[in-house]
Each structure stands twice: as C-alpha cells, then as structure tokens.
C-alpha cells in the first residue's frame, strides 16, 4: 500500500462499562467532544459476547440515528472522534479498529501520534501484516494481536513497550476496557465513576453530559483494566518525565473541561489573558475576542487592565464543510462566512484583540482588515495569549509544517506589518508557565522547539534545522 498519508490524530475518545445503554452514553459523550474531530466517529459495543461497531465520515449527531445506536446492544461500548486533515479523511482511517485474533475481539480507539509508526509499520509488514488503514494507531492492533507473550494484558504491556509518542489509547474486548495513557502523559485521560459503572473520556466535559462524576486522570504510564471484578490499576511504563501538551489548555480542549490534574480550562485561558495583559500593556477604549477561542482570555485581559470587554466580531456557527461562494468573488469570503464586526460598537474605536493563537498567520490578517474596514476601528491591537507558535507538534495536534508556521520565520514586528495592526504583542513563555500548576510537567515544543521525542525522520529535520 502506498503510504501517504500523514499521521495526524487530534481525536477525542469515550470509553462506558456497566452501564445497560453504554453506547448512547458513548454517543453523548463523543458529542460533547466533538471540538476534539470532526472528520469522522465510530462507537464499538459488546453485549459480552460479540463486538458491534458503527462509523462513518461526519459530525456525531449526523452518523448516529436511534435505528443506528440500536444495532450497537451491551453494557460495554467505546467511541472516537476523528480530526479532519488533508489526505487521510477516509472512512478506513474512522476509529474505533476491530479485529479478531487469536484470543478473541478486540477495539482500540487511540488520541495521540506514534513516533515510530512508520518504522514499526515497515517492520511488521515485513513480517507478513497487512493493514487496512493509513492511521497510526492499526500498529498498535498488529502489535498486540501478534505478540507471543501470554495473556492479552501481557500482550498490551509488550506492545506498549515497542510504540514511542503519544497515546491515550482505549482498547476493549467482549468483556472488558481498557485505558492506557502513555508515560510522558501527552494527551488528557480521565476516568470518571458513572451508576455503578465506570466512564473514561479525553476530557471531563463529556462526564458532564452522561452524568458521571470524575474520579481522576489516568496517570502516565497507567493502565487501567475494568471488569466485572472491578477495577484494577497496572504501570506497565515507567514515566520518565511528563510532558502534558500545554496547548490543549491554549486552544484544544473544550473551556468547561477539567484537565491534568483537575485544572479548568476556562479558568487556565481567563489567567493567560490576565497575565498577557500585565505584560503587554496598551491604552485602548475596548478589548474584543476572536470568537470563540479567544473568549476567556479576552475577559481576563479585560479584567486585568480595566479595560471594557465586549462582543466586536460575532460568530456564525452554522458553517457547513463547503460553501458556494457566488460567481462575483467576495474579498475575504472565507472569513466573512464565521465573523462579521458589529460596526456601531467599533467605530472610531482604539481595538484590543485577543487571539488565543497565530498559526499561519492568515486569520489575523483578515481580522485586522476586517475591524478596520467592515468595522471602522480607529487602530487594532492584537493581543496573542500563547507565546509565537514556533515549532510543529508530532503528538498530535494538527499543525502546519515548521515552514508554515508564520512566527517560525518572522519576528512579531514582521508579523505585526504583514497582519497590518498598530500594534502586536505575545505572551512569553515564562508568563505562559506561571499560570499552569508543576510547569515543569508540561511539553511546549511548539513554543520553544524542546520536543520530549522525536522520530527518526524529525530528528533529521531537526538537525537540519538547527
Ligand atoms: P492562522 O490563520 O493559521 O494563523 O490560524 C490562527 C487561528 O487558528 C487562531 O484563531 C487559533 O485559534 C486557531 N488554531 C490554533 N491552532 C489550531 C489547530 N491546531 N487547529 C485549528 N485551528 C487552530
């Protein structure tokens, strides 16, 4: 098979045992993490005997009917959300992957980037595998299926022992789930106690709408099995050092989560925006967000430097995949589609802006254009509540290549002219590190290129690069 495909996976995952409709709830649960993939979701139940699964390309609540959800019976079910990037939004990459071997049924849904996918997959193909999709995480299928080691946890913990990078990883069986978190603890994994069962989601949001009440995370390096007996914890992988991605509580996670170590998100963004507004100073009539990343650190801007907060730019959340643009070319369709200035509110205005993030640099500009123009803005001041992105990320958030990334080759005063604002300033890194609990714990290569792991291929990159 040719392999093309990038490995990207930016995917939410939900996990039910002992629950009678364990896939609605799991239904409900990858709806409340719909943030976290759009591109496609599966659920796989079992009724203890036999796996069920469903999935297609598409939003949650459009995949699943009731006369869907009905051919997916058992107390026992996991789900995934799969993120939407170019060249591998095919239905063969939709999680969660069943296979059958030797010891039965199995289901993986897997949140996170392999570092060493490619080899891996290379050396089991080599060996006779085949796979069936492009996606990272079938390596961790073959891997477990063909271990020669005894039992199916022994199986897992061989496998695990092989696979490098990023992964909060669900895997069931007819009777059992299972939750691993790898041991730099890159992505979130909470588990979460739910009428006499159990819940395990990338984020506590999804707790929320099934009514489950959060126990706490899965630790790095953990592996917790769930079955009739109950519930039992395995540290199969030693944690070197944690490495939590600082840019789930920057942009990724939904506001209302609660993540590593039970820290909310909304309060982490509100104190970003606080302590962007402590360093970055500017004398303004009024503080906006970019909708709706932007929110919370727009109010702790405001907050901290007493400046009024308001809605300058709304948002149209009904945006569907495509949209027919109108023969005549409109300028800047694409971002006039999501926002639109409130111009009685702005005009004659000195604007702060505040984005959680520039990636491309493409966005920005459109807005700074956008407020001056469609909304009659005095001067536009942008207020980033993140430091420059710099650096890409291989454990899976989606970010261009290092070429891409505008602040990778620009300073913020070139960016400042291209995005065409008075002015534009950043947080800094130790701002940024000042408001997370054990800053040490985290992973912000995106920031400052100190990657935990990397590939073979990155290190070479790496080299190049610096
Ligand atoms: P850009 O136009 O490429 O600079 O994109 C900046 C916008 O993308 C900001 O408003 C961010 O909230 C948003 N953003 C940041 N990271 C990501 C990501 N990994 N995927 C999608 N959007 C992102």
């Known amino acids: 098979m040719e392999f093309t495909d990038k490995f990207h996976d930016e995917c939410g995952v939900v996990g039910v045992f002992g629950q009678s409709e364990a896939a609605n709830l799991t239904y409900l649960g990858l709806h409340a993490l719909q943030h976290r993939g759009q591109e496609g979701a599966g659920i796989c139940s079992s009724d203890g005997r036999v796996l069920y699964i469903e999935k297609s390309m598409g939003l949650v609540a459009d995949i699943f009917s009731e006369k869907r959800l009905k051919r997916l019976p058992g107390s026992l079910a996991i789900g995934h959300n799969r ?70 946890y022994e199986r897992i ?20 789930l299972i939750a691993i978190r790898d041991p730099y603890g890159f992505r979130p994994l909470s588990i979460g106690k739910h009428d006499g069962g159990y819940a395990v989601a990338s984020e506590t949001c999804a707790f929320d709408l099934i009514g489950a009440e959060y126990m706490r995370d899965i630790e790095p390096g953990e592996m917790v099995i769930i079955n009739d007996k109950g519930i039992r914890s395995m540290k199969p992988l030693y944690a070197k050092k944690h490495a939590f991605c600082i840019f789930e509580f920057i942009y990724f996670s939904k506001p209302d989560s609660c993540i590593f170590g039970n820290q909310n998100v909304n309060h982490i963004r509100k104190e970003l925006g606080r302590q962007l507004a402590r360093e970055n100073p500017i004398e303004a009539d009024l503080v906006i967000p970019v909708p709706d990343s932007g929110v919370p650190a727009a109010l702790g801007y405001a907050e901290q430097s007493g400046i009024p907060f308001d809605f300058g730019l709304i948002r149209n959340h009904y945006i569907g995949r495509t949209f027919i643009e109108p023969k005549q070319a409109i300028r800047h369709f694409g971002v006039k589609l999501k926002l639109n200035p409130v111009r009685k509110l702005l005009e004659g205005k000195r604007i702060i802006v505040i984005d959680d993030s520039i990636v491309r640099g493409t966005t920005s500009k459109k807005i700074v254009k956008m407020l001056k123009e469609g909304g009659g803005a005095k001067e536009v001041h942008l207020r980033i509540s993140s430091p420059p992105t710099i650096g890409p990320c291989f454990y899976g958030i989606d970010t261009p290549t290092r070429k891409e990334l505008i602040a990778s080759t620009h300073t913020p005063e070139e960016i400042k002219k291209y995005i065409t604002a008075e002015s534009l300033s950043y947080l800094s890194m130790d701002g940024l590190l000042k408001v997370v609990a054990n800053p040490e714990q985290y992973c912000s290569a995106c920031f400052d290129n100190k990657y935990p792991l990397l590939s073979l291929q990155d290190k070479e990159e790496q080299i190049e690069l610096f």
């Not at 071997?101 to 996170?112: C, F, K, R, W």
């Not at 060493?116 to 299926?145: C, M, P, Y």
């Not at 022992?161 to 069986?173: D, E, N, P, Q």
């Open 83 to 152: 993120y939407s990037t170019a060249g591998s939004s095919v239905l063969k990459n939709v999680q969660p992957i069943v296979v059958n071997y030797s010891l039965g049924s199995l289901a993986i849904a897997h949140n996170g980037n392999l570092v060493n996918a490619l080899e891996l997959r290379k050396e089991l193909e080599s060996k006779g595998a085949i796979f069936q999709s492009t996606s990272d995480s079938e390596v961790i299928i073959h891997l477990i299926a063909s271990s020669t080691a005894g039992g199916l």
């Open 157 to 176: 913990t061989d496998a695990l022992g092989k696979i490098c990078g990023a992964f909060s990883l669900l895997i069931m069986t007819e009777n059992e």
